[in-house]
Nanobody
Framework: QVQLVESGGGLVQVGGSLTLSCAASGRTFSIYAMGWFRQAPGKEREFVAGITWSASNTYYTDSVKGRFTISRDNAKNTVYLQMNSLKPEDTAVYYC????????????????WGQGTQVTVSS
């Protein structure tokens, strides 16, 4: 089994920055890819960014390209999401997810999920 724990969420003003962290533990060797998703109230969970665990290929949804950066530290079994130039529409609960398969924007493609961390962008 794999456990994922997110941290780093909080309240930030428009234009500000936050860095989310996702620490993986357990059978981390089974994870091929990691992703960040978010879910705003009344909306479906959406893909934000993804990264392959070993090759460092990265993927982003269009709305965050140029503002968000996903990265990983294999030695620490941790994935990060650096978020810059935050907008009110970025407000959501952010979830970290691990996949035994490829990076995909579909949430059903992920096998492990964290509990989520709230990000609130105030205007």
């Amino acid at each position: 089994q794999v456990q994922l724990v997110e941290s780093g969420g909080g309240l930030v003003q428009v234009g500000g920055s936050l860095t989310l962290s996702c620490a993986a533990s357990g059978r981390t060797f089974s994870i091929y890819a990691m992703g960040w998703f978010r879910q705003a109230p009344g909306k479906e969970r959406e893909f934000v960014a993804g990264i392959t665990w070993s090759a460092s290929n990265t993927y982003y949804t269009d709305s965050v390209k140029g503002r968000f950066t996903i990265s990983r530290d294999n030695a620490k079994n941790t994935v990060y999401l650096q978020m810059n130039s935050l907008k009110p529409e970025d407000t959501a609960v952010y979830y970290c997810a691990g996949s035994r398969g490829i990076v995909t924007p579909r949430s059903r493609g992920y096998d492990y999920w964290g509990q989520g961390t709230q990000v609130t962008v105030s205007s």
